[in-house]
């Protein structure tokens, strides 16, 4: 008979007490400032301890839920199977039917279909789509141009064929998708999606409305301001569609909600554990007949402004990363978009590389056999309520503005997102963000290929009211594609010389630094002699030579280096030496460093050089 008694592990072990190891800390901290070393100032509008404890926990309300129980932190099902999601763009109807049996037959269980620049869909045109497709077995989500049309054909499909059990969503969005591309709500739209919600409210899992939250993340907005911003949206959508006669239970049962997931691999988790809870509260306020009225299907989209044209193979960790996020915070549908997204149209390797980072997460890491794996962890339990405690102020604030769309309308969402992603900008262009092939650690050898345009890296601004989508990278990439079509090859040599430990480390730093604008670098391990590395920079004809050395020896390696270099060549000292008051009064005047502003800095030394 098995062992059912319950042990206390390491019982015989003292307790430590926090104020033991805030003891502890401070000591290994010798005199450097906690709050500046050790917390970490998140863009959310909350800090984070470098620690957590049980106590950290008291007065969390929602703790001690299981998956599958109001308000459902941890899940919504008692189970973590989450659909493996991929799109199909619908140009010919005959051909995207090819392709989504291709897909179903390759482990995708979650079929979009987006319609793109096709003829009017008909009933005739919707069967060839749908044909040798098993409605019951998997989900389909309809999105594009003419998706209310084909929400009508799709409606009478399943009337026609007497099919009950068939779970369908529509991306027909005229709050969030329609307001950020129009600027103004459209409410004859509004009175069609009332009057769709109505025909499909015979079918329990068929979704009439998507909240297109993705809009938000790939804007720039943060994190709780995309969460703040979803549930605003959904709440309004409820408003108006009970105001138009539906019952709670049909109008929450007609939501979906679609959100962005970026690199931020805890707040991810955090970010729809909370998003749950708020959006069950929600609901529950509309006193719903049935409580699982309440429960957010959430489908995931790894995000888009993390990708980056330049070394574009790093899209695939990232991809991997997000996803991870995603699966273990118990999303409803994942979709990885393609690692080439963001300067092509996707062909079948790079889609079968995206759908098989969730095949791996599945059958090999099986992360779908863990429900809320995270829960527990003082951590990620304090992140769920830190991140739920801002994204509702902000909710609130927006209540109190008349709600989603009369906020939208006085541009407070615009102005926040913008906010928001201006920050984002400087902490690219200051490295305090990192993105590895674009603001650091480039791929030195790489030039950009015919099929990478200006377009795919100019962010496109629009006027007025509206959301402009764009990536992180793209003020990196824009600067580097112009140095790969300039018909030049800039080049920066490093002169090391004086300590070899803090040349060689200066020399690395510079590297990476000129590497960042497609500026071919030319290391050297080191020269014994400032004479040597002269003469070997000359010889180069780099059109930048940076003295690499240590603080003590720039005060006489660094006008020795311009008195020899003469005007052959832009003078860069790596480093913010003390001595810098007394170079600069030598005429010694470009230094790059750590604080430097890395973006500005190189489109000066472009300029510099004509490009």
Known sequence: MANT?????????????????????????????????????????????????????????FLGTEAGQFPYVRGTRAHNEWRIHQTVKVANVAEANAEALKLLNSGVDSLGFCFCGCESPTAESLETLLAGISIPAIDLVFCGECVGEVAELVLAKLEKEGLEDAHISFVIDPIVKGLSKKGTLCDSCMAKVAGLVKKAAAWKHVRIVTVSAQIFGNAGSTIVEEL?????????????????????????????????????????????????????????????????????LAHAETSRWNQSVYDPYVNMLRGTTEAMSAAIAGVHSLEVVPFNAAYAEPDEFAKRIARNVELLLKHESHFDQVVDPAGGSYYIETLTASIASEAWKLFLELEEKGGYAAAYEAGTIKEKIEASAA?????????????????????????????????????????????????????????????????????????????????????????????????????????????????????????????????????????????????????????????????????????????????????????????
Do not use: H
């Open 5 to 61: 008694k319950s042990e206390k592990l390491f019982a015989e072990f003292p307790a430590v007490s926090t104020e033991k190891w805030e003891e502890v800390i401070t000591a290994d901290l010798k005199g450097a400032d906690y709050e500046r070393k050790l917390v970490w100032r998140t863009g959310e509008g909350f800090n984070l301890r470098p620690y957590y404890r049980a106590e950290n926990l008291e007065g969390i309300e």
């Open 228 to 296: 703040a911003f979803a549930l605003s949206a959904g709440q309004e959508y409820m408003a108006r569609l009970t105001d138009a006669g539906l019952t709670a239970d049909e109008a929450a049962r007609a939501i979906r909600f679609s959100f962005s997931v970026s690199s931020n691999y805890f707040m991810e988790i955090a970010k729809f554990r909370a998003a749950r809870m708020l959006w069950a509260n929600i609901v529950k306020g509309y006193e719903p007949e049935k409580l699982c009225a309440s429960k957010m």
């Open 423 to 611: 920050q984002k900008d400087k902490n690219i262009a200051t490295r305090r963000q990192i993105l590895l092939g674009a603001n650091q650690f480039p791929n030195f050898t790489e030039v950009a290929g015919e099929e990478i345009t200006m377009e795919s890296v100019e962010r496109d601004v629009k006027e007025g009211n509206l959301l402009n989508a764009y990536r992180g990278a793209m003020a990196f990439e824009q600067m580097r594609l112009e140095v790969d079509r300039s018909g030049k090859e800039p080049k920066a040599f490093m002169l090391t010389c004086g300590s070899l430990g803090m040349a060689r480390a200066r020399a690395q730093f510079s590297c990476n630094f000129f590497g960042c604008a497609g500026i071919r670098v030319i290391d050297n391990t080191f020269f014994k002699s400032i004479e040597e590395g002269v003469e070997a920079a000359l010889a180069s004809k780099a059109e930048i030579v940076v003295v690499c050395a240590s603080d003590d020896d720039y005060a006489e390696a660094a006008p020795k280096v311009k008195e020899l270099l003469g005007d052959k060549a832009i003078l860069v000292v790596a480093g913010a030496p003390a001595c810098t008051p007394e170079l600069e009064a030598q005429g010694i005047t470009n230094f790059i460093n750590v604080k430097s502003n890395v973006l500005e800095t190189l489109k000066f030394y472009l300029k510099e050089m004509g490009i």
